[in-house]
């Protein structure tokens, strides 16, 4: 009896309305204030490192925007050819609108979007940035500049699907494990959300602290490395108790966001040892 009692107490619930305030028909998120602070702050902290290196300005505007259009549009088409193809094949409009039809026609704004889709859509975004610029034109010197805040903006992201109670792990008796009362749950999990968003806090220190003391020293493709390898390696593991999130994952001996890990992985290794041998 003690014993069940103390699985009990060793939980938190969580049960937060994601939904901050509605006005009409018109609710704003948790999650998408999250994923607009990201790239706010992102800004900021770029604009920073440009000015540092005596950068146009005018060239941070335009890569904004490269970026935010890329990471949102990787980021869908990953979700929906990666994960729930199935589905969306036979529904290829909800693929370019936030809106579900069937069963019954409801909004759903940036829900279902994948982190491994937006980093591919990001790369290819700042291929056409480099073609347009006129004051930048080596790509893996605009990649470590982004990738610093981009791992800030990954760990407001996960908040953001903490608020939503999504993408959470297995059950567990651990005294941090989260119940999401919202989705049901009458037991803990892991909260993955919050491993992820430490993962990524961490990795953004890191890049920041170096990027602060070798920016003039650091060959091409340096940050980016770190960044590739802190992140996804984090993430990988992660996985491990993290729930699928799609049926086809049953069974498999490691899950989708795993095996997209590990090119990126193996990327990262690979930018970390060219930058070395350069310098």
């Not at 107490?9 to 998120?29: C, H, M, Q, S, T």
């Not at 790509?139 to 953001?160: E, K, N, S």
């Not at 490691?254 to 060219?274: D, T």
Request: hydrophobic share 50%.
């Amino acid at each position: 009896m003690f014993q069940n009692k103390k699985i009990m107490l060793a939980k938190i619930i969580w049960d937060v309305d994601p939904v901050i305030f509605e006005i009409g028909n018109f609710g704003l998120r948790y999650y998408s204030l999250f994923f607009a602070l990201g790239f706010i702050i992102g800004y900021m902290i770029v604009k920073r490192m440009f000015q540092k290196e005596n950068i146009p300005v005018n060239e941070l505007d335009n890569l904004l925007i490269y970026v935010l259009i890329g990471g949102l549009l990787g980021a869908r088409l990953g979700h929906c050819f990666f994960y729930d193809w199935a589905y969306f094949s036979q529904h290829p409009l909800e693929i370019i609108l936030p809106v579900q039809f069937q069963p019954e026609f409801r909004f759903t704004g940036f829900r279902g979007l994948a982190s491994h889709g937006g980093a591919i859509g990001i790369l290819i975004a700042l291929v056409l940035f480099i073609r347009k610029s006129k004051a930048i034109k080596n790509y893996l010197y605009v990649l470590d500049r982004v990738a610093i805040p981009t791992a800030l903006a990954g760990a407001f992201i996960r908040l953001g699907n903490l608020m939503n109670s999504e993408i959470y792990g297995h059950p567990t008796d651990l005294p941090w494990g989260f119940q999401f009362v919202r989705n049901g749950d009458t037991w803990a999990s892991h909260p993955t959300q919050l491993y992820e968003a430490l993962a990524y806090l961490i990795t953004f220190a890191v890049l920041l602290i170096l990027y602060n003391k070798r920016w003039k020293k650091a060959q091409h493709g340096y940050f980016l490395g770190i960044f590739l390898i802190m992140v996804f390696v984090a993430r990988f593991f992660i996985e491990f108790v993290k729930e699928v999130q799609v049926s086809f994952e049953e069974g498999m001996a490691l899950n989708m966001g795993q095996i997209l890990s590990i090119p990126f992985i193996l990327a990262g290794i690979g930018l970390l040892i060219y930058s070395m041998r350069k310098r």
